[in-house]
């Protein structure tokens, strides 16, 4: 397998060199540079075969808005490379797809994981049964997953409220709108009782 890692360059400081102090009044600033040169170390140069596992999905945010993220784990010590990703979430028993991404051009490191998003482009979380489908390819490799994931309405409503795209202001002319109704129906209603009474007086 392989081990990869970096070996950080920069310069080198005595530490009981006294540094100057700046003339005046004002700020000194000190620029250090630093530069990492990325290293492969391999131990053997047998072929080791990339595996990939789906290890679970679940309702999530990145940069504040709502995604359906799909845990992507290397278990092998090998580079997964040129990996494409393709995933589509549905409703459980639907065949219409809500959502779907996809990524080409990726790279994973040996024994790592990630989080695949499939974003919801703004939409709100809705509580429910969901199946995500995905596929991912590299090489002459590829593999398979359905998975099936729950959505519970609490988890739901904290995800809506964090999501910076989503509105969760109140809508004071819908308010407005619907009060409005309730009068109107009221005072209708209140007028038929009134004219069924005198109707009957008479």
Do not use: C, H
């Amino acid at each position: 397998g392989f081990l990869a890692g970096g070996l950080r360059i920069a310069e080198y400081k005595d530490e009981n060199e006294e540094s100057e102090e700046p003339e005046g009044e004002g700020v000194a600033i000190k620029n250090e540079f630093a530069y990492v040169i990325g290293v492969v170390v391999s131990n053997s140069r047998d072929t080791v075969q990339p595996e990939l596992e789906l290890l679970d999905v679940f309702a999530d945010q990145l940069n504040y808005r709502n995604v359906i993220s799909a845990n992507l784990q290397n278990f092998t010590p090998t580079f997964v490379n040129r990996l494409e990703v393709e995933a589509t979430v549905q409703k459980v028993g639907e065949e219409e797809i809500l959502y779907q991404a996809s990524q080409e051009q990726m790279q994973m490191a040996p024994n790592s994981n990630f989080n695949f998003p499939v974003s919801l482009e703004g939409d709100r979380f809705s509580s429910g049964d969901y199946v995500l489908k995905m596929t991912a390819r590299s090489g002459k490799e590829e593999w398979e997953w359905e998975r099936k994931f729950t959505i519970d309405a609490d988890e739901a409503r904290a995800l809506n409220q964090a999501d910076v795209t989503i509105d969760t202001s109140i809508n004071w002319w819908m308010i407005g709108a619907i009060s409005l109704l309730i009068l109107l129906a009221a005072v209708i209603l209140y007028l038929l009782i009134k004219q069924k009474k005198q109707s009957k007086n008479q």
